[in-house]
């Protein structure tokens, strides 16, 4: 078995490899009910904890105030997701992300191929490094903000809800897998003797 790098020569296919098959997230009906699923329970979760503890979510902004504060929070959040896969994408492959609107989804994508470990880094590193640093942001900044920045760790949670899908797929694949994401499909190579 071929021992998992994080560096390999991820900007080629080699020969000996075919495609055996893809993930589409946006077009894919099953998939698209699973990161819905996903969604809604983790939004449903993070109400529930609101709720169960009595979270601070009044404050004394004006209502127009919380919405353009929390939207605008929401929007720069989506794009710092994205840019955040891009950045590993570029310190793996070396190369330039691509970056989209596939509505209701911004997308990243690449024409690199990465294995699995790699991939994984790739896919989690925004809902982990950004699910932390909003945690820490929750609790230091004052409770006028505590709505808006809550609002934004249940997007940064279950907004991540295609990644987990492809993490969880890609998991069980062999370790000699190369996975390339272009922001609209997931395409798996696997050596043709597998």
Not at 3 to 14: C, D, F, I, M, R
Not at 37 to 44: N, S, T, V
Request: include cysteine; charge should be positive.
């Amino acid at each position: 078995m071929q021992k998992q790098t994080w560096s390999a020569n991820v900007n080629e296919l080699p020969d000996s490899y075919v495609e055996k098959g893809f993930i589409d997230l946006k077009n894919d009906k099953r998939i698209n009910l699973y990161i819905q699923f996903i969604f809604i329970l983790i939004a449903g979760l993070m109400v529930g904890l609101a709720i169960m503890f009595q979270f601070p979510i009044k404050n004394d902004l004006e209502t127009f105030q919380k919405i353009i504060l929390t939207i605008g929070l929401v929007v720069i959040y989506m794009i710092i997701h994205e840019l955040t896969h891009g950045m590993f994408i570029k310190i793996f492959s070396k190369k330039n992300p691509k970056y989209c609107f596939r509505f209701p989804y911004l997308a990243t994508g690449s024409k690199s191929y990465f294995n699995k470990k790699c991939f994984i880094v790739i896919t989690l590193a925004p809902v982990v490094i950004w699910g932390l640093i909003s945690i820490i942001l929750i609790n230091i900044l004052p409770n006028q903000y505590f709505l808006s920045m809550y609002v934004v760790i249940g997007l940064n949670f279950a907004g991540a809800a295609g990644d987990y899908i492809q993490v969880y797929a890609f998991l069980k694949l062999p370790s000699q897998a190369l996975l390339q994401d272009d922001g609209k499909q997931t395409r798996v190579y696997l050596p043709s003797s597998l």
